[in-house]
């Protein structure tokens, strides 16, 4: 059910990385097209693993693509989502998700958080690193209120800006003595000078040499977009 290509726009760069705790996995991502030239992209994590959670995420990943195919906007989608899986009651698990929708034209990214970790935000001006969704307007994991409304905030992406969606996977993962590598790891990582390619291998390795000799208890999974600085928006992704 993932894609099995990355998005190819003009001025823009993606990488994708999913690794299953088990054989299956409940973590999901996905790039939706949208009319005027926009992208969906959509992350999101079952309570629980294993092939009950990645059952519900099949189900899951049909009724997110009706659902931003036919609202209006990205809060009211992922409302229409909400609902539509709450009254499916499949099981008692939940969903949490992080839905973006990059508008190519205008170079805005609008963010809806159900429940899920923030995507961080790296400025290529300053190299400040940033929470991009804002706390204030987080609501419930998909699946628990089946009337609630989200809410959504937006964020400019500037030449050379990245955004970094990614499961808690990839935060909670413990080393050998039980430390999670926790997101202030990302971090150092996220600002360096490295295509949006390598930046998401890097992370992923930080992440296994932080859990070396450790099972892996969770999903891992992180999606990175960038938007090329100025000088380079005419290449071609590599």
Do not use: W
């Amino acid at each position: 059910m993932l894609p099995h290509d990355l998005p190819k726009i003009p001025g823009y760069s993606f990488c994708a990385h999913y690794e299953p705790a088990l054989e299956v996995g409940g973590d999901y991502y996905d790039f939706i097209p949208l009319p005027n030239q926009r992208l969906a992209i959509l992350l999101g994590d079952v309570a629980g693993k294993g092939v009950a959670a990645a059952l519900i995420m099949v189900k899951f990943s049909v009724e997110a693509r009706a659902s931003l195919l036919s609202a209006p906007d990205l809060a009211a989608a992922v409302s229409q989502l909400n609902a539509r899986m709450t009254r499916a009651s499949l099981t008692d698990r939940f969903v949490t998700l992080i839905a973006v929708m990059l508008d190519t034209a205008t170079h805005m990214v609008t963010l809806v958080n159900a429940g899920h970790p923030s995507p961080l935000l790296f400025h290529f001006a300053t190299g400040a690193i940033e929470q991009a969704a804002l706390v204030n307007v987080a609501g419930p994991p998909i699946g628990i209120e089946d009337d609630h409304k989200y809410s959504c905030c937006q964020v400019p992406v500037q030449p050379g800006d990245r955004l970094l969606l990614f499961s808690d996977g990839i935060t909670e993962a413990m080393d050998a003595y039980s430390r999670t590598f926790g997101e202030m790891k990302l971090h150092p990582i996220f600002s360096q000078p490295l295509s949006v390619r390598e930046t998401g291998e890097k992370l992923v390795e930080a992440v296994k040499r932080h859990a070396s000799g450790c099972q892996q208890n969770d999903d891992i999974t992180l999606v990175c977009l960038g938007r090329q600085p100025i000088e380079k928006e005419s290449e071609c992704d590599r």
